[in-house]
């Protein structure tokens, strides 16, 4: 039932290319070659197959996304599975709805209908649209649903199902309501060209394609989707299930069962993984997405910036220069340490306010970090400040000559045909915006004692976050780099307020998920304007999408969090929660601690603030080297915001998680892609779309047929009280005098 197209004239139809005027084209050549400058404003969007598909999607990828979040390989069902699937899914629909017209009391004379015509490509946009709200942009679930694991998972306080409610879906379209006012500025104007947009209009053009056999003999991209779903979604059953110890086979443990050092250097999952294999592919996608759909430089770049720091620095830093005392805590964890390499007990320096107790932190001893966390965060603030300086120095320029164009050039073939549809009126922003605040002020207000943020931190995050954000979309849009303010806000918050875990993550979420979701929003408004969508149709398929997805991921969240027993509190199980524990450990640090008793004159790892300075002064040398020796074109390839981001996903993502993506994207996106390309084009994407559905499927129904009724395997391959990888001692401190249960003693 379709309710929101342009009046269908004959003016209006585009069936053919338009004369466009030399200076109408994009002057981006990547879009001239990708986005085609025909548009048919007759087509219908507002389709009962679009909503239907569409709400089933996004609810399907938001319930797996939040389900699989706190596994211990976090899968993320990405939009791409949604977009290849749904097409022979409203292909069928189309074909077997009835073409029928009726009315509806209270539409007076318009009719509507079932099935208005062929499945067309602005539906199968708006349905890939609301599965990205499914799945948060690409991020899995709501950011903020951290908060809510935190409190009842890690913290064992409560929250209650309201707040935790407002909190994840305020924080996940506050955004919005400044965004749609900043679209003049970074959609409409044919300089902001947003890349990352172009992956997903190439898609959509060649599933949309007819196909053609012509004698070939291959099979269609429908059959060989449910082929590979059905071969993924049975051989799941053994890593998964059956033989777990598939997901990470670190034979170097194995060879060597009673060497702490052999377990470090070998083990996939708690250190170096040399050697480290699995033929698992929820290891091979989690954290770092599938391999399957990154270029191959984006590879390359990842795969030179985690050898430098996993095979170099780390192994310096540990075994060489025994670094903020290495040796006293494992090779790699995410945990939080005493200085004798015991767990820190979280709980003795919480008090009865849910702030810091002095009494009880200044009798256990200072937080300690092990030195692959620590380096971690040196990594983080280096990347941050290498970011603003490299975007400047080789980029500056030409953002702001496109910046200049946009606010004075003439309006391009795409925003020309986008002014055939109605546009969105400022006030739904402006109430978009004024609901949201008013009712995270009410949140903050009434509730303060579970969110302990003040009033003043509120308005102080959204406004941080507004001042970034139209900087960072102008960056976004034509360098396809977006610097985070996770790190920023909660070192700004852990200074300002100190002792307050909740308050801390509070002002992170608001204020860096804010800009990060007007930034994904601006991005979807880009698409819509390359594919020539209803711009009202945009705006309400994101905002309901974004509820939907929410209040789904919330519901989920409580679900898990009170069935599953021990969930998130034990490393070695199927539910370890790794991204919630990093999240965790960030609250206790930057919140409940605080950076001054961590980073600051009162902690152990003062000496990581000097990487902001290296992070800033870092591209100065790289360009002074680029203009000193201009004829060298290797040196401005050298990108150190990726090389020193490229590990940002460790912790919680292991070396094998890296290794295998690096290996898998490899094969795929450089010998597939090089010497079988055709193939490439034709099947990459699907497979892709369908290893990551097959995984999905079978984990849900391994987990509500027999692991809701606790029924187990008990032999070497799968055993619930034996981690499957079998490198126990990889997570052994080796300092002297340390005694660690379940450790040799040095």
């Not at 002095?358 to 941050?384: D, N, Q």
């Not at 079978?698 to 490198?727: A, Q, R």
């Amino acid at each position: 039932m379709e309710t929101e197209v342009a009046p269908p004239s004959p003016a209006k139809k585009m069936a053919e290319e338009p004369v466009v005027d030399g200076d109408e084209l994009s002057p981006v050549e990547q879009v001239r070659l990708t986005v085609p400058n025909t548009d048919d404003p007759s087509l219908p969007v507002w389709t009962f197959r679009m909503w239907f598909l569409g709400l089933f999607s996004c609810a399907l990828l938001s319930f797996l996304n939040q389900f699989f979040a706190y596994r211990a390989e976090p899968l993320v069902i990405t939009q791409i599975t949604v977009q290849v699937a749904t097409l022979p899914i409203g292909q069928f629909m189309a074909s077997v709805l009835p073409t029928a017209k009726f009315r509806i009391p209270g539409f007076g004379s318009r009719e509507f209908s079932l099935n208005p015509g062929p499945f067309n490509m602005k539906e199968h946009v708006l349905i890939t649209i609301f599965a990205n709200a499914g799945s948060a942009f690409g991020n899995g679930p709501a950011y903020a649903i951290h908060i809510v694991t935190a409190i009842k998972g890690f913290y064992h306080r409560k929250i209650s199902f309201l707040a935790g409610w407002i909190i994840i879906n305020t924080t996940q379209v506050l955004g919005y309501g400044w965004a749609g006012l900043l679209r003049k500025y970074v959609v409409e104007p044919a300089h902001m060209w947003w890349p990352s947009t172009l992956v997903q209009i190439s898609l959509f053009r060649t599933l949309h394609e007819t196909e053609e056999n012509a004698g070939k003999r291959h099979i269609s991209r429908v059959k060989f989707f449910v082929i590979a779903l059905i071969c993924s979604f049975c051989w799941y059953i053994f890593p998964g299930y059956l033989f777990q110890t598939l997901q990470s086979i670190s034979w170097v443990c194995w060879a060597f069962p009673h060497s702490v050092t052999a377990h470090q250097i070998g083990s996939g999952r708690h250190g170096l993984g040399i050697g480290a294999l699995t033929l698992d592919w929820a290891t091979v996608s989690s954290f770092l997405f599938s391999p399957l759909i990154s270029p191959f430089f984006a590879i390359v770049n990842v795969f030179i910036g985690y050898a430098l720091i996993i095979y170099l620095v780390m192994p310096v830093a540990y075994w060489g220069l025994n670094l903020y005392g290495a040796n006293r805590f494992p090779f790699y964890s995410a945990d939080l340490f005493t200085s004798q390499g015991q767990d820190y007990n979280i709980s003795r320096i919480v008090n009865e306010n849910f702030e810091l107790d002095k009494a009880g932190y200044a009798a256990i001893g200072r937080v300690h970090l092990s030195t692959f966390f620590a380096l971690a965060y040196g990594f983080g603030f280096a990347t941050i400040a290498a970011t603003l300086t490299h975007v400047a120095l080789f980029h500056g320029r030409e953002i702001y000559q496109r910046y200049v164009a946009s606010s004075k050039g003439k309006a391009d073939i795409h925003t020309r045909l986008m002014r055939n549809y109605k546009d969105i009126p400022s006030w739904w922003f402006y109430l978009l915006l004024a609901v949201t605040i008013a009712v995270s002020l009410v949140l903050c207000i009434l509730q303060k004692r579970e969110v302990q943020l003040p009033w003043w931190g509120l308005i102080f995050a959204a406004a941080l976050a507004f001042v970034f954000t139209l900087p960072i979309s102008i960056i976004t849009a034509t360098t396809n780099q977006t610097p985070g303010l996770n790190i920023i806000t909660e070192y700004i918050m852990g200074v300002i307020l100190p002792g307050r875990p909740i308050a801390n993550v509070c002002f992170k979420v608001y204020g860096y998920m804010s800009m990060a979701q007007a930034v994904a929003f601006l991005s979807d408004f880009k698409l819509g304007h390359y594919m020539k969508i209803p711009p009202r149709s945009m705006f309400l398929v994101q905002v309901i999408g974004t509820v939907v997805a929410g209040t789904i991921n919330v519901g989920v969240a409580w679900w898990l969090l009170d069935s599953v027993e021990n969930i998130c509190l034990n490393s070695d199980s199927p539910w370890s929660c790794p991204n919630d524990r990093v999240f965790f450990d960030a609250s206790v640090i930057w919140g409940l601690v605080g950076p001054r008793r961590i980073f600051g004159s009162l902690g152990e790892y003062s000496t990581l603030n000097w990487f902001f300075l290296g992070g800033l002064l870092g591209p100065c040398i790289v360009w002074l080297l680029h203009k000193a020796f201009p004829k060298q074109s290797w040196i401005p390839l050298i990108n150190l915001p990726v090389l020193l981001g490229a590990t940002a996903y460790m912790p919680p993502a292991s070396s094998l998680n890296y290794t295998s993506w690096i290996l898998v994207g490899t094969i795929f996106n450089f010998f597939v892609f090089r010497y079988r390309k055709k193939w490439w084009e034709r099947y990459n994407y699907i497979l892709s779309a369908a290893l990551d559905a097959g995984v999905a499927f079978m984990t849900v129904l391994i987990y509500l047929s027999l692991g809701i009724e606790d029924k187990n395997l008990l032999w070497w391959g799968s055993n619930p009280d034996v981690f499957p990888e079998h490198c126990d001692l990889a997570s052994c401190p080796t300092a002297k005098g340390i005694s660690v249960d379940g450790c040799p003693p040095f």
